[in-house]
């Protein structure tokens, strides 16, 4: 059942931003680059949204702490080699804007650097639309709640009336881990069936149909 939240903080990368082939693109190429084995497609996509190094840990098991960093410096410089060609999905400014009609504050948790937030921020022209933004390179990566939470306490919230928009079974499971609510976006990095078994309040297959479950009313999502 659909209901006004006081704060709604969305994942950017896959739920805002279709960026997911893009991210999986960077992340065979920067383990080709160094030499370690470049992951399937499918476990390269599925580490989005965690902080890079706990993405590193998990795509390339065999990879030195020793070479976190080099290997982060490979994926930073192809994902930011085509950052700015990538694009919202379409229907996001006019439903931040509407939610934002409705009185709704938002915000942003997200497993992107500062920097490339700052980035996506700029060129998508979204800033002014939102009253705070976290990046795992400045807190605790997902599925750790501390971003969430730091939100939520910044912002003055309650957990009861915030929620939690992610395409990710990561964003879910820091979403309950925080005790707040989570909405599941399938259009993303992980699929519907991934998703649902996280019991997310909801799934939608499109950011319309994001907008419909959150606006029922608002014949203007349709």
């Not at 080699?81 to 694009?87: G, N, S, T």
Request: hydrophobic content about 45%; proline content about 5%; some cysteine.
């Amino acid at each position: 059942m659909s209901r006004a939240w006081d704060l709604v903080v969305f994942d950017w990368d896959g739920t805002l931003m279709d960026s997911t082939a893009a991210i999986t693109r960077s992340i065979q190429a920067a383990c080709r680059e160094v030499g370690v084995p470049e992951p399937e497609s499918a476990q390269a996509s599925f580490v989005i949204g965690l902080g890079l190094v706990d993405a590193l840990r998990r795509v390339a098991p065999s990879l030195s702490p020793d070479d976190y960093e080099r290997v982060a410096q490979a994926y930073r410089r192809h994902y930011f080699a085509q950052a700015r060609e990538l694009v919202l999905f379409d229907g996001v400014v006019p439903l931040l804007r509407r939610l934002r009609e409705r009185g709704m504050r938002l915000a942003v948790a997200t497993g992107k650097s500062r920097t490339g937030l700052e980035l996506a921020l700029e060129q998508s022209g979204l800033r002014p639309l939102f009253d705070a933004t976290r990046t795992a390179d400045e807190t605790a990566s997902k599925p750790h709640p501390r971003m969430l939470l730091e939100l939520v306490d910044e912002l003055a919230a309650s957990p009861g009336d915030t929620l939690m928009i992610g395409d990710t079974t990561h964003d879910l499971q820091m979403a309950d881990n925080a005790g707040i609510a989570a909405v599941a976006v399938s259009y993303g990095a992980h699929g519907a069936e991934e998703l649902l078994r996280l019991a997310p309040l909801h799934v939608a297959d499109s950011v319309p149909a994001l907008g419909r479950f959150l606006l029922q009313d608002d014949t203007g999502m349709r």
